[in-house]
Nanobody
Framework: QVQLVESGGGLVQAGGSLRLSCAASGRTFSSLAMGWFRQAPGKEREFVAGITGGGGTTDYADSVKGRFTISRDNAKNTVYLQMNSLKPEDTAAYYC???????????????????WGQGTQVTVSS
């Protein structure tokens, strides 16, 4: 099991930026595909972005494409989510997730990932 710890959430005005970080335990980070998901109150958890172990392939939900960027630093066992041009509808708890191997599909599903962080809250005010 991989331990994941997110950080970087907070309150920001619409149009602003935040960068989320997710630090992973263990020595096999480069073998992990990583994902970011989010869940707003009363809504289901939804896919935001995914990245393969080597970082060569990324995937984004249509709602964040062009505004969010997922990246990783395998030397630091960390994956990032740079969020620009934030909108009030981006308000949610954001979760980092990991799975050994490749991303299974475009627009990953929650069930594709076996390890999850505790989440970090992002609130975008209008």
């Amino acid at each position: 099991q991989v331990q994941l710890v997110e950080s970087g959430g907070g309150l920001v005005q619409a149009g602003g930026s935040l960068r989320l970080s997710c630090a992973a335990s263990g020595r096999t980070f480069s073998s992990l595909a990583m994902g970011w998901f989010r869940q707003a109150p009363g809504k289901e958890r939804e896919f935001v972005a995914g990245i393969t172990g080597g970082g060569g392939t990324t995937d984004y939900a249509d709602s964040v494409k062009g505004r969010f960027t997922i990246s990783r630093d395998n030397a630091k066992n960390t994956v990032y989510l740079q969020m620009n041009s934030l909108k009030p509808e981006d308000t949610a708890a954001y979760y980092c997730a990991a799975r050994f191997g490749a991303l299974l599909r475009a627009h990953s599903r929650s069930a594709d990932f076996g390890s999850w962080g505790q989440g970090t809250q992002v609130t975008v005010s209008s």
